[in-house]
């Protein structure tokens, strides 16, 4: 065998590449991810593919000439012309596969295994994207539907004149969905490469903590203040003497049950509670 240190060079890139490769191919080909990042990291991959087997076909190249030299007892030309080789620059031919148009370039074995680095860097960041987005969805629709949750609430409430103006909501929960949409907008335009760095993931769950608190604290505020009006209407009612009136049960009972302290929707328990307050101010319909 003849030994030079650009063969051998060749051999150990050719080796090193061909394990990047196979390494990642597991780890893109296991991610069940849709969208651009995942598609941009298959691409990356067939590009990594193409550099790795460059570098497989020189080594080919290199081990038959080499053999040959053996065979032809160490012929001075032929180890002249394995030296040139193992020296010579690659042409790199990237398929359509790639994710790209066809295309080839020359070269040398240090650039493509920098090329490789790179497409391994690319490769984990376009992965790390699609897990993000796989582990994003359910918490980033979580978090969302507790707000608009809220939301209702509290116009429920200001329609029903119950509280002290619109209460202000989590801060941090609105920095977070913020945070998200910009998120979600950077990955959706294939601007993966950019996303920001952090537990994202984290804190949508924890603001979402944050408003289902809230909006528990809320509903809680807005119970006890219609059971409060619902006493002191009935209250008044004993007091104007119209407690026996059979027109006025109906309504108190309806409140009465719209009120449940296991459960109640705030807007029929609003619109129930109102119905008696008019009833016992005389404004039946």
């Not at 597991?26 to 298959?42: E, N, S, W």
């Not at 053996?70 to 620059?89: I, K, M, N």
């Not at 104007?240 to 328990?269: H, I, K, N, S």
């Amino acid at each position: 065998m003849v030994m030079t240190s650009a063969y051998e060079d060749t051999r150990e890139a050719c080796r090193a590449v061909a394990r990047t490769y196979l390494e990642l191919d597991r780890f893109v080909t296991g991610q069940p991810g849709r969208g651009i990042a995942a598609q941009d990291a298959l691409d990356l991959l067939h590009q990594l593919g193409c550099l790795a087997q460059t570098l497989e076909n020189r080594v080919d190249e290199l081990v038959a000439l080499d053999r040959r030299i053996e065979e032809h007892g160490g012929d001075p030309a032929l180890r002249a012309e394995l030296l040139r080789l193992a020296s010579t620059p690659c042409r790199v031919v990237f398929t359509a596969a790639t994710g790209v148009p066809p295309r080839s370039e020359t070269m040398p074995v240090a650039r493509i295994v920098a090329e490789a680095q790179e497409r391994e860097r690319e490769i984990r960041l376009a992965v790390r994207a699609v897990r993000l987005g796989e582990a994003l969805a359910g918490p980033g629709v979580a978090l969302r539907e507790q707000l608009a949750k809220l939301e209702t609430l509290i116009a429920d409430a200001l329609s029903a004149g119950l509280g002290h103006g619109r209460p202000q909501i989590s801060p941090e929960a609105l920095a977070v969905l913020d945070r998200l949409a910009l998120w979600e907008k950077a990955a959706g335009s294939g601007r993966w490469r950019e996303l920001p760095t952090g537990d994202l993931q984290a804190d949508v769950v924890r603001a979402t903590e944050g408003v289902i608190v809230q909006r528990r604290a809320l509903r809680q505020g807005y119970y006890a203040e219609l059971t409060g009006r619902l006493a002191a209407y009935r209250q008044k009612a004993a007091d104007d003497g119209l407690g026996e009136l059979l027109t006025l049960d109906p309504f108190y009972q309806a409140a009465r049950r719209a009120l449940r302290p296991d459960g109640f929707d705030l807007a029929v328990a609003g619109a129930a509670v109102l119905a008696y307050q008019r009833a016992v101010n005389g404004d039946l319909p």
